[in-house]
């Protein structure tokens, strides 16, 4: 992916175009000063057309396969992991 790059005192005189620039281009934002990157602005991912924002981690309608894949617990492990689950939960 190719990175767009503006120094520090353009993006802060043309703050208002820039996000809109970064979401509809798709390329990341590199803020500079004195020639070196100090931020970068990146498009939102987002998980349906009408703008809701993803979360974060592992699609939950996968979960089950992916699990089905992983290495078996044995019943001490599973019981350990029942219990960390709980302590989480609660």
């Keep these: 992916m190719t990175a767009l790059s503006v ?15 970064v979401q509809h281009s ?4 590199d803020i500079t000063r004195f020639g ?5 602005v990146s498009p939102a991912p987002f998980a349906s ?3 809701a924002p993803a ?3 592992y699609p ?4 089950d396969a992916h699990l089905a894949r992983g290495p078996r617990l044995d019943p001490a492990d599973r019981e350990a992991m029942v219990k ?5 939960r609660n």
């Design 7 to 21: 120094n520090v005192s353009k993006f802060s005189r043309n703050l208002c175009d820039f996000p809109h620039q």
């Design 26 to 29: 798709g390329q990341v934002l």
């Design 36 to 40: 070196r990157v100090v931020a970068r």
């Design 49 to 51: 057309s009408a703008g």
């Design 55 to 57: 979360a974060d981690g």
């Design 60 to 63: 939950i309608a996968q979960l």
């Design 84 to 88: 960390d689950l709980r302590a989480q």
